[in-house]
C-alpha cells in the first residue's frame, strides 16, 4: 500500500553534468548554432569542469539539494571499433585520427555532459507504482549523441540501483520514429493538490502528418513521448503534449528547454515556443486546477534570436525559502542589452521571478548548452534519497575534492587534433578510475571491466 502523499512528497534534486577530460568543441550538433559557429575551437576541459562545479557548488550552499553525475569515457573506442577500426586502442585511435576524422570527433563528442538529455525523470508522487522511473534517452536523431544511451543507463543504474525506489527502464527503441532526447522536452509542474502534471514536448510526429521544420531536424517524436508517459505509468489526466513551433527550431532551438523552463507552478516561456501556444497553456493550466503562473515573454521585449543567442530560457527556475523564484540564467544574459534590461524588469518585485543570478558557462554555452543543459532534475522522498547509491550528493566536502580532482587530471587546453592521441585516452581513464572512487561507485566505464 503506498505511503500518504504528505509523507513522501518528493523534493527536486539537481544531478549536476560534469564535462569530462576530453572535453572539447566539436560542432557536430546541426540545429544548434553555438556549436557549429564554435566547431574546432580549442577548448578549455579544465576551465570547463570548474565551471560547471562552481554552478553545482554555489546553489548546494545556497540550499539547494544537488548532487553529480559523472562524466562519459571519450574518446569512445568500442564505437570506433564497431565502425570497423581494429587493433589495440593506441592503433584504433591514430587510425580514426589519419582516416576518418568526423567519426573520431562524433565519438569524441563531449555532449553527454548535458545531463538534461541522459533521460526523462517521474516522480514516484505520480508513478502507477510509487517509484521513480527513468527512461534513458535514446537521443537516435544524431549518431554522435546516440552513443550516450548504453553508458547513461549503467550510470543510472549503478546509482539508482534500489529496486524498491527506482526502475531504469531501457532507452526506447533507437528509431527515427521514437527519437527521445530526455529531460530537455518535458517539465513536471506542481498543481493546486501538489501533485505533479507532466508536460511533454515534441518536434514532430513519428508517425502521420504534421508541421515540420524545414531548415533543422525536429529530435524528439510525439510517440517516444507517450511511450514514456505509459512506462512510467503516468495519469492521463496530468499528463499533456505539446509541440514545439516549427519556426522556432529552424531559428535554432533545438529542444523546448531553450525556450521555456517551468518549476513548481510557474511556466517562463517565449511566446513562440510551441503552436498555438495560448491554447497550451489554458490545457496546462486546466490540468493544474488553475495554479499555474504563466510568464509569457513577447517577441518585442526578446527576440527569438536573441533568446537563442543568451540562452535565457536555458535557465534554472528554483524555488526560494523567501518566496518567490529564483532564476539561474548564463553570464551572457547580463551582457546582451535587451536582454539584461528584460531581466531587471522580471526581478523588479512585482512578479513571481524576485531574483536572477548568473553563472559563467562559457565552455558549455560555446558547445550549446546553458545551466538547464547541464543538470537533470530527479524528484525524491527523504527515503529515496538515503536509496542512492554512492557518495554523489554535493556538500562542501565532496566539492572540495572534486576540485582538486579537476585540478590534477584535466588539461588546461585541448585541440582537435589531440582526440587521436593516446596519451589522452590514458589521462582520461585514469581520471575517471578515480573519480568513481571519489564518488563510491562500482566499476560504470567498460574500460574497468576489460
Request: aromatic share 6%.
Amino acid at each position: 500500500m503506498r505511503a500518504s502523499r504528505a509523507k513522501r512528497r518528493p523534493v527536486t534534486v539537481d544531478f549536476g553534468g560534469l564535462p569530462g577530460p576530453t572535453h572539447n568543441h566539436a560542432g557536430l550538433a546541426r540545429g544548434n548554432l553555438a556549436a557549429t559557429r564554435n566547431a574546432a575551437r580549442i577548448a578549455h576541459p579544465r576551465d570547463a569542469a570548474l565551471q560547471a562545479l562552481t554552478r553545482i557548488r554555489a546553489l548546494a550552499a545556497r540550499g539547494y539539494p544537488q548532487a553529480v553525475l559523472p562524466p562519459q569515457e571519450r574518446p569512445a573506442v568500442g564505437a570506433l571499433r564497431a565502425l570497423g577500426f581494429a587493433g589495440d586502442d593506441a592503433t584504433v585511435l591514430r587510425a580514426a585520427a589519419r582516416e576518418a576524422p568526423a567519426l573520431l570527433a562524433a565519438c569524441a563528442s563531449a555532449a553527454a555532459m548535458w545531463v538534461a538529455n541522459a533521460a526523462t525523470v517521474s516522480a514516484s508522487d505520480d508513478t502507477a507504482d510509487g517509484r521513480v522511473h527513468f527512461t534513458p534517452a535514446n537521443l537516435a536523431t544524431q549518431f554522435h549523441r546516440s552513443l550516450e544511451a548504453g553508458a547513461t543507463t549503467r550510470i543510472l543504474r549503478a546509482i539508482f540501483a534500489d529496486a524498491r525506489c527506482f526502475t531504469v527502464h531501457d532507452p526506447l527503441p533507437a528509431a527515427v520514429q521514437m527519437g527521445d532526447e530526455g529531460a530537455a522536452n518535458h517539465t513536471r509542474l506542481v498543481a493546486a493538490d501538489d501533485r505533479g502534471v507532466d508536460l511533454f514536448v515534441y518536434g514532430r510526429r513519428g508517425y502521420g502528418e504534421g508541421p515540420v521544420p524545414r531548415r533543422f531536424p525536429a529530435r524528439q517524436t510525439r510517440e517516444a513521448a507517450q511511450a514514456i508517459a505509459r512506462r512510467h505509468g503516468l495519469d492521463p489526466r496530468r499528463t499533456l503534449y505539446a509541440q514545439q513551433d516549427p519556426a522556432a527550431i529552424d531559428a535554432g532551438v533545438f529542444h523546448n528547454d531553450v525556450i521555456a523552463v517551468g518549476a513548481g507552478r510557474v511556466l517562463f516561456c517565449h511566446e513562440k515556443a510551441w503552436i498555438d501556444g495560448a491554447r497550451v497553456l489554458a490545457e496546462v493550466g486546466q490540468r493544474m486546477q488553475g495554479a499555474l503562473v504563466p510568464i509569457v515573454v513577447s517577441d518585442a521585449d526578446v527576440t527569438l534570436a536573441d533568446a537563442v543567442a543568451t540562452y535565457l530560457f536555458n535557465s534554472q527556475l528554483l524555488e526560494r525559502t523567501a518566496g518567490g523564484m529564483l532564476l539561474v540564467a548564463p553570464a551572457e544574459c547580463r551582457e546582451h542589452a535587451p536582454v539584461a534590461a528584460y531581466l531587471d524588469r522580471l526581478a523588479d518585485g512585482t512578479g513571481p521571478i524576485r531574483e536572477v543570478v548568473t553563472f559563467d558557462l562559457r565552455e558549455s554555452m560555446r558547445n550549446g548548452g546553458g545551466p538547464a543543459c547541464l543538470r537533470l532534475r530527479v524528484p525524491l522522498t527523504d527515503a529515496e534519497r538515503a536509496a542512492v547509491t554512492g557518495n554523489v550528493f554535493v556538500d562542501d566536502a565532496l566539492a572540495t575534492a572534486l576540485e582538486s580532482w579537476i585540478c590534477r587530471c584535466y588539461r588546461d587546453r585541448l585541440a582537435p587534433a589531440d582526440l587521436g592521441d593516446p596519451a589522452l585516452l590514458d589521462e582520461s581513464r585514469r581520471a575517471l578510475d578515480e573519480l568513481t572512487q571519489i564518488l563510491r561507485l562500482p566499476s560504470i566505464y567498460a574500460f574497468q571491466k576489460a
